[in-house]
């Protein structure tokens, strides 16, 4: 039983130190998931405290472990381990089981596990929890009261300053896919082995006849007697996603602040479209084509369109992706994915205004700079100056700038009359962007789609810096903040081996091995 209780005591304290501090150096990180829980459970009015509870929760999390590992305060760490374990395997089998979240973040950005990987896990640490529980009474700290305190008050300041500098910084390893480093487009691709890993679906086709309506299968479709109302098409296998699939980039178009377009880029999902059986006509927008068995008759747009120019792409039974034609619809057994109009008289238009410009910005060999603002209306205005700064800069050189925003144009425009910047707009989604870096604002140098460097708004460099070479400039920063992390994980093992090494030797002369 002695083993079984140790082990079980440094299993579980292991997990919790790596599962609280992976969590602790990304506190906005937690703070996003804590939100997306309050939102799941209707408790959105929590949403104002999620980073204040996410980096307690963290820190307490990681301070069970490490007293957990080191034997401190046995008594108390076991009821808190307890209560952590009743507490969150009951709610990550809800997860399972209803999905409101895609991953419960039990590992922050360094693991990520489905719902229901997560609560077989939570099962196996509540089984060694309720051994440490039970045998609570019978670990035997090394150091008396005081020093279990003492260590114990330590553990969480210092937990609590790394949580702070990494919340008003950027956190000290950087676990998510657009890492300084990473390339953005090879973040996109498919592996050659997950080629055929593709996501399937079930259709069921809802029909009618005589009053009464009933779902059939893609193999046991009704005959011409019964009239088709709709299809649905459920996942039920979903598969690769790559680390990166929702990086978008749209110019956002401001009257009186913006360019000019030449051109103004032609959106089909603003379309609509009338098609026509036997004496009955229908409008619908893409999401409600019809199938083959109507007319097409036109399109409803203020400008003249031409059909033959609208590109709409299907998924058949195989998974494999075929581009129809309005004209020409395909049966209920392909499932649409999405349309592009080809504008062939605009190819070389400059501002395309809401066009995806995302590979345009990712294959130019030059720097660009990416200011990340989430939402303008949270933004950090203290260090605004300086990103005018880095903008003018990179129009005096050549450099493109971007800002990247999750707001909407009423948004934007109030921005613009408060403090009249002197850059762009572009919109990508709001969980992009707080992937890409964790501050509001954040800025982000690329170069032909490769991450060379990241910097939290208070840390957003110099002109003086910015007139060096930028590659050079970035590969020092981040061999400089390699060695940084290399120190701090020499020192904390030296420690960790330190007082293990001490425990262990308090033992012997405890048991009187030596004298």
């Known amino acids: 039983m002695k083993v079984l209780r140790n082990f079980s005591r440094l299993f579980t304290g292991f997990i919790f130190v790596f599962s609280g501090f992976v969590k602790v150096i990304d506190p906005l990180g937690s703070a996003y998931k804590f939100t997306d829980y309050f939102v799941a459970m209707n408790l959105e009015f929590l949403s104002s405290i999620a980073l204040i509870f996410a980096i307690l929760m963290s820190i307490a999390e990681l301070i069970i472990g490490i007293a957990l590992v080191f034997n401190l305060l046995p008594k108390i760490s076991a009821w808190l381990l307890l209560a952590f374990m009743v507490f969150f395997t009951p709610l990550t089998l809800w997860l399972a089981v209803f999905e409101p979240v895609s991953d419960c973040g039990c590992f922050g950005d360094a693991i990520i596990l489905s719902n229901w990987q997560t609560f077989y896990k939570n099962l196996v640490i509540l089984a060694f929890t309720i051994i440490v529980f039970w045998q609570r009474k019978r670990f035997k700290p090394i150091y008396n009261q005081f020093y279990q305190w003492a260590l114990s008050i330590t553990f969480t300041i210092a937990s609590f300053l790394i949580a ?43 029909y ?28 039920v296998k979903k598969g690769y996603e790559p680390p990166i699939h929702d990086f978008t980039i749209e110019p956002v178009f401001v009257p009186g602040y913006s360019p000019e377009a030449e051109e103004v880029f032609i959106n089909p999902w603003d379309f609509e479209f009338e098609f026509s059986k036997e004496d009955e006509t229908i409008i619908c927008d893409l999401e409600n084509l019809p199938d083959q068995s109507w007319k097409f008759m036109k399109i409803i747009f203020e400008e003249n369109i031409n059909p033959d120019n609208l590109e709409l792409y299907y998924l058949n039974s195989e998974g494999e992706e075929i581009i129809a034609n309005i004209n020409n619809l395909p049966d209920n057994n392909f499932i649409f994915l999405d349309a592009e109009y080809i504008n062939e008289e605009n190819e070389n238009f400059l501002l395309n ?43 005096k050189n050549n450099y493109k700038f971007y800002c990247l925003t999750a707001s909407n144009l009423e948004e934007i425009s109030e921005f613009i009359n408060n403090h009249q910047p002197n850059y762009q707009f572009y919109n990508t989604d709001p969980i992009t962007l707080k992937t890409i870096v964790r501050a509001n604002p954040g800025l982000v140098l690329i170069k032909h789609g490769t991450i060379l460097n990241k910097w939290a708004a208070k840390n957003i460099p110099s002109l003086e810096e910015l007139s060096n070479d930028l590659t050079a400039n970035s590969i020092t920063t981040h061999q400089k ?30 048991n009187r091995y030596i004298n």
């Open 164 to 206: 702070l500098h990494c919340l008003y910084n950027l956190p000290i390893v950087d676990f998510r896919p657009y890492h300084i480093g990473a390339n953005i487009e090879e973040g996109m691709l498919i592996p050659e082995e997950e080629k055929d890993n593709i996501d399937i679906y079930e259709s069921v086709f809802i």
């Open 208 to 235: 009618e006849k005589d009053g009464e309506q009933k779902e059939f299968s893609e193999t046991n479709l009704p005959d011409s007697t019964w009239k088709f109302l709709n299809a649905e098409h459920k996942l």
């Open 353 to 395: 205004y809401g066009e995806d410009i995302t590979n345009q910005v990712l294959e130019d060999n030059s720097y660009a700079f990416l200011l990340v603002m989430t939402l303008l209306n949270e933004v950090n205005e203290k260090h605004l100056e300086k990103v005018k700064n880095v903008a003018e800069f990179c129009q």
């Open 481 to 510: 903040s390699k060695n940084t992390y290399i120190y701090l994980t020499y020192i904390l093992a030296s420690l960790l081996f330190m007082s293990l090494f001490h425990i262990f030797y308090k033992y012997l002369k405890k």
